[in-house]
């Protein structure tokens, strides 16, 4: 049943991500709704899965790009793993802990990607992430919790819940 | 040691082997990295491909039955009516000895969907092959080249853009007709280049960078960008030319994907019964005797 859920709503993030997100860029920023995918994803299931499932949807946008192939891979896998390992018996449900734990997690993300893709070039690094990661993370966050909240008004039950 | 780590620590066991993966797919080189991405799109990927294709195929089966049988009967006898004019063109034009035009139908086709990743490197379009569209065919706008269809399916079809690593364009600088090959690099700055120039051909700044037709794919004369940057490889035998592109990606809505005509080339051997074939070729000389003056 979990397993369900969680196919479904990456079909969601997959279809918002490519038919829909674009279309709501604001100066060239676009949220990245598969990242916070993987963070939802690895916060709930644990590390295993979270270095899995950000692994295979990492490679998965690799595929698609022009950037060097498995540099999604790497950045998805290491914020897949490091969500659960650091969101482990933390208060899931809390607005502000969940802010905090996506907005910390795509940044971490963007660090990753801007420092393989910069290739050394320290200025271009933080232009990078003050034009683009930034922005994006906090956009990207803001509209992870929209959708989170709506989905769980909606499903009168929470997505992302605490441990019992 | 290892027994226990795998044993025990199996959370880092497969993050760490997923890690490595990514960074040896990094390390390659780019062929490497082509043909890796080849082996993962016609593996892992194929049953997920084909599984769409099935849905792309299954979904409205019925009404799209009910809809193509309609128009194949209307198409058919128009195409009754069009091979007899098709025939008789044919076989005017050759009696003129007028060249073949190459025709060509632009299908316009709306923007439904974008590439995963930031960069944007691919588009998915909501015209198929029901429409036209096929695969290796040129997309544009009317502000230049935006790439080319790399598969489609039914009703929908995705385009590889100018900003993708698999999309090479023939190219040819328009005022100085020098040719090379415009493609995405990504290097320590991402930027569209013209390749293979040598140091001695003449391009300047502002130079605009149009298709050269070579190759097959794209027509010629299709506008692609405009020179920004002239720079000389290390060694020094080649330039390094950065071309902006002429279309904006971020902002594309609709495109035109480019059909050739199928019309043929060739005057069919069967168009001329025997008889009808000397009669014609005797009154054709005889015309253009006539036309030249001569009795």
């Not at chain 1, 929209?146 to 605490?162: C, K, N, V, W, Y």
Request: hydrophobic letters at 45%; proline letters at 4%; aromatic letters at 10%.
């Amino acid at each position: 049943m979990k397993g369900l859920r969680d196919a479904f709503i990456l079909g969601v993030a997959l279809v918002l991500q490519s038919a829909f997100l674009y279309r709501i860029e604001i100066w060239g920023i676009r949220p990245d709704l598969l990242v916070a995918y993987v963070v939802y994803f690895g916060w709930m299931r644990g590390p295993i899965a979270g270095s899995l499932a950000g692994f295979a949807i990492g490679l998965m946008q690799d595929l698609d790009a022009s950037g060097p192939l498995g540099l999604n891979a790497l950045a998805k896998t290491v914020v897949g793993f490091a969500v659960a390992k650091a969101g482990f018996r933390v208060h899931r449900s809390n607005p502000g802990v969940r802010f905090f734990f996506f907005l910390l997690a795509m940044i971490a993300h963007d660090v990753i990607y801007f420092a393989a893709s910069s290739t050394g070039d320290f200025g271009l690094f933080l232009k990078q992430m003050f034009l683009v990661a930034i922005p994006s993370a906090l956009y990207t966050t803001i509209l992870t919790l929209f959708l989170l909240g709506f989905a769980e008004r909606f499903s009168r039950r929470p997505l992302l819940a605490d441990e019992s | 040691m290892l027994r226990y780590f795998l044993a025990r620590r199996t959370d880092w066991t497969v993050f760490v082997v997923a890690c490595t993966i990514s960074l040896s797919l990094m390390l390659l080189d780019r062929s490497g990295q082509a043909r890796a991405a080849w082996f993962l799109q016609h593996t892992l990927l194929a049953p997920v491909s084909t599984v769409v294709g099935w849905w792309d195929r299954g979904v409205g089966l019925y009404w799209d039955n009910e809809r193509l049988r309609a128009r194949l009967t209307r198409m058919q006898i128009e195409l009754d009516g069009a091979t007899a004019e098709r025939a008789e063109n044919t076989r005017l034009r050759s009696l003129l000895k007028l060249a073949e035009r190459h025709p060509y139908e632009l299908i316009s086709a709306r923007v439904v969907g974008r590439s995963l990743d930031r960069l944007g490197g691919s588009l998915t379009i909501d015209k198929g092959e029901e429409d036209g569209v096929f695969a290796n065919r040129a997309v544009l706008t009317p502000d230049g080249l935006v790439g080319r269809v790399e598969r489609s399916t039914a009703h929908g079809a995705r385009v590889l853009t100018l900003l993708h690593r698999d999309c090479a364009v023939a190219a040819r600088v328009e005022r100085s007709r020098v040719d090379g090959v415009v493609r995405w690099e990504f290097g320590e700055q991402p930027t569209l280049n013209l390749l293979y120039v040598s140091s001695q051909e003449d391009v300047k700044v502002g130079d605009r960078i149009q298709t050269s037709g070579l190759g097959g794919i794209f027509p010629s004369g299709i506008r692609i960008g405009t020179v920004t940057r002239i720079g000389l490889e290390e060694n020094g035998l080649m330039k390094e030319i950065t071309v902006r592109p002429a279309v904006n990606f971020r902002t594309l809505e609709e495109l035109l994907a480019y059909s050739p005509a199928t019309l043929p080339t060739t005057v069919p051997s069967d168009l001329f019964p025997a008889e009808t074939s000397d009669s014609l070729r005797a009154n054709a000389s005889a015309d253009s005797l006539a036309a030249a003056g001569q009795p």
